[in-house]
């Protein structure tokens, strides 16, 4: 099925690890997102490309970054993981104006012990 | 302020009533305004989208937008226990490149 997928759906990591996260669309749309969401908190936006070749930081930045690998991927890495980022984190993708929203992908449970 | 914001709910209605879920907003050149629906541990799924003031009508779905008062809401008519779930309101700010914006969302429960 035409969709966002993102790998791994859930992982553990200690404090100080390094990992990425991966995610592919395949309905041709030019911007993709990394999200965090947190209790009470809503999605925040942490980085995101506008079109292949540029990525912008987002709100909550720190602590990661990420890689427009070409129209497809959007990946993002941890450096060195931190309690802090223990988190649900969503890539989502849409065409360059939003005008249909965005599409999601299933999510990534991860949990930094 | 916040750029977004919402009550967290949760808000709990009986089957068959009218679910009123609001949001404001405090960019006035924000352009696209949309509702989400997340179940719990599920990805949000776009529900409504709304472009211009007035209603938007989809089904048992409403979305209305103010810009002059900065507020979009969600009505659903004849609520069943399926639409118990988190609403995500979200905003596209003014030259910002697409990005959305997220409120924290309102937790509906619909009893039955």
């Known amino acids: 099925n035409a969709g966002v997928t993102q790998t791994p759906k859930f992982q553990v990591l200690k404090t100080g690890q390094s990992m990425t996260l991966q995610c592919a669309q395949d309905?041709?749309?030019?911007?993709m997102y990394w999200y965090r969401q947190d209790p009470g908190m809503g999605l925040r936006l942490i980085y995101y490309?506008?079109?292949?070749?540029?990525?912008d930081k987002g709100e909550v930045p720190n602590g990661y970054n990420v890689s427009r690998l070409n129209k497809r991927e959007f990946s993002l890495r941890l450096e060195s993981a931190a309690p802090s980022q223990t988190s649900v984190y969503f890539c989502?993708?849409?065409?360059?104006?939003?005008?249909?929203?965005?599409?999601f992908g299933s999510g990534t449970r991860l949990t930094v012990v | 302020q916040k750029e977004v914001e919402q009550n967290s709910g949760p808000l709990s209605v009986p089957e068959g009533a009218i679910a009123s879920l609001n949001c404001t907003y405090s960019?006035?050149?924000?352009?696209?305004f949309f509702w989400y629906r997340q179940y719990s541990g599920k990805s949000p799924e776009l529900i409504m989208s709304?472009?211009?003031?007035g209603d938007k009508e989809d089904g048992r779905f409403t979305a209305q937008l103010n810009k002059a008062s900065q507020y979009v809401s969600l009505l659903i008519r004849d609520s069943q226990p399926s639409d118990s779930a988190t609403y995500l309101c979200?905003?596209?700010?003014?030259?910002?490149?697409?990005?959305?914006?997220f409120g924290q969302g309102t937790e509906l429960s619909v009893k039955p």
């Open positions: 989502a993708s849409s065409e360059v104006t939003p005008s249909r929203g965005y599409t």
């Open positions: 309905m041709n749309h030019n911007s």
């Open positions: 490309s506008a079109s292949e070749g540029t990525t």
């Open positions: 960019d006035r050149g924000s352009q696209s």
């Open positions: 709304i472009y211009s003031n």
């Open positions: 979200a905003v596209s700010p003014y030259n910002q490149g697409g990005k959305l914006i």
